[in-house]
């Protein structure tokens, strides 16, 4: 989980409480999209290669983040009255924490159950997310697909970020390798920007750099611009 703020107030203690159940958040997302695609093969009555590997052990939570962040991040701006913090002596049999978490277990399960009725294609998409990880092109093409939807669902969030970060992309100048460029980092390419800095506390020119290292390709950071 990427700590940063969605909205305007956001709530950073609420933040943290969610933080501190991310791992097992982001499991159970997993628990359901293999649920609803295994249920799909039923179905149809197929067996396809992704429902025969979907069952790892293990998988890298990043290819989730984004969309456990906003989910979380819809949670805090819906229920942003509800999980102000109590007044002494008033609904003491319940921590503040506590009380969040019951909150937030009522709230996912339902709202990714929602969202995978209102995109049936949900499903597989995060299941290909977790099972072919980047570099492997078809997670790397399930991940820019689950950025679309989670940013169609939630659009407060979206127009929040547009209006904080720029609609139509980070304009700059900087160096990839050795050459000076002008370019454009598109929307669907700056969150993971954004996400890298964040995680390792570093400029955009050293994030940049940096995911040209570990195999992502410099064409599908950034747009070159002329002058």
């Not at 007044?87 to 159950?113: A, C, H, M, Q, S």
């Not at 050795?178 to 390792?200: A, F, G, H, Q, Y």
Request: aromatic share 12%.
């Amino acid at each position: 989980m990427i700590l940063g703020e969605y909205f305007d107030e956001d709530n950073d203690w609420i933040i943290d409480i969610q933080y501190g159940v991310y791992s097992k958040v982001v499991v159970n997302i997993l628990w359901y999209a293999r649920n609803a695609y295994s249920h799909a093969e039923r179905v149809i009555g197929v067996n396809t290669d992704l429902g025969k590997n979907m069952n790892t052990s293990s998988f890298d939570h990043r290819s989730l983040q984004y969309f456990h962040d906003m989910i979380a991040s819809h949670f805090r701006y819906k229920h942003a009255n509800e999980i102000e913090p109590c007044i002494p002596g008033l609904l003491d049999d319940l921590t503040d924490e506590e009380r969040v978490l019951i909150l937030w277990n009522e709230f996912y399960p339902d709202e990714i159950k929602r969202l995978f009725l209102r995109y049936p294609e949900l499903p597989k998409l995060i299941v290909t997310a977790a099972v072919y990880n980047n570099p492997d092109r078809r997670g790397i093409e399930a991940e820019e697909w689950i950025y679309h939807i989670i940013n169609d669902a939630y659009p407060e969030t979206r127009e929040w970020r547009n209006k904080k970060l720029g609609k139509s992309g980070l304009k700059l100048k900087l160096k990839i390798g050795s050459e000076p460029v002008n370019i454009k980092i598109e929307d669907n390419m700056r969150t993971i920007l954004e996400d890298c800095m964040r995680e390792k506390n570093i400029s955009l020119e050293e994030a940049m750099n940096y995911l040209i290292s570990v195999g992502w390709k410099e064409h599908r950071l950034v747009s070159k611009k002329d002058d």
